[in-house]
């Protein structure tokens, strides 16, 4: 029996449709930003000692985050410049001798009702930065921060797979990424455990 004409038309169509939806949608949806400069953090790792992300991404006493660093942070170390790198020549002239702070763009942003104690997390459970955040801390370089021109939210917290499928640790910071992991470690925070 032939297919009719109309049939191949439309299953062409649908073909077509999918392929775009698959492969085009996520490049017009996400705008791709640079940040203010390369920061290698393998390099500082490596040169400075630091042996743990808490070495300048702090926890305070009473367990609240402090995020990025601060430019004074900064300049303990590069008050003037010490190599010959365009990125810390940056931060040196641009933000150290001014007293401005770096505009880094926020990957992990959450919205504004979601509560998230990083201490509970990491004091608490055992739970290290690499297994929300990947191995950012082993890179030479932070990576193009993709901003969804709809919600405003970085890629980071979906994702960087369309499928969501085999994710790597780390790839995706969304509700339902958290709840699989309470779920697994049996640890029920309810509704207002982490919105409020």
């Known amino acids: 029996m032939k297919m009719p004409r109309t049939s191949i038309f439309f299953g062409f169509g649908v073909l077509t449709a999918l392929a775009a939806g698959w492969l085009v949608f996520p490049r017009a949806l ?3 930003r640079e940040q203010p400069f390369r920061f290698p953090h393998k390099t500082h790792a490596e040169k400075s000692g630091t042996s743990a992300c808490n070495d ?5 006493k009473d367990g609240e985050f402090a995020g990025i660093p601060k430019t004074k942070d900064c300049a303990t170390c590069h008050a003037d410049r010490m190599g010959s790198s365009p ?7 641009n933000y150290v001798k001014r007293g401005r702070e770096t505009p880094w763009l926020v990957y992990s942003r959450q919205p504004a009702n979601v509560r998230f104690s990083h ?16 191995a950012e801390g082993e890179s030479d370089a932070v990576p193009v921060y993709e901003q969804n ?12 797979s369309i499928s969501r499928l085999r994710r790597a640790p780390g790839d995706g910071m969304k509700m339902s990424d958290c709840e699989n992991c309470h779920r697994r470690h049996g640890v029920d925070a309810g509704c207002l455990g982490c919105h409020e």
Do not use: K, N, P, Q
């Open 56 to 60: 300048c991404h702090t926890l305070g």
């Open 149 to 160: 021109r709809i919600s405003g939210y970085s890629r980071d917290i979906w994702g960087h």
């Open 119 to 134: 201490a509970i997390h990491t004091r608490l459970a055992g739970m290290t930065c690499r297994d929300c955040h990947g």
């Open 87 to 93: 990125a810390e020549a940056l931060l040196v002239d």
């Open 30 to 32: 996400y705008e791709r």
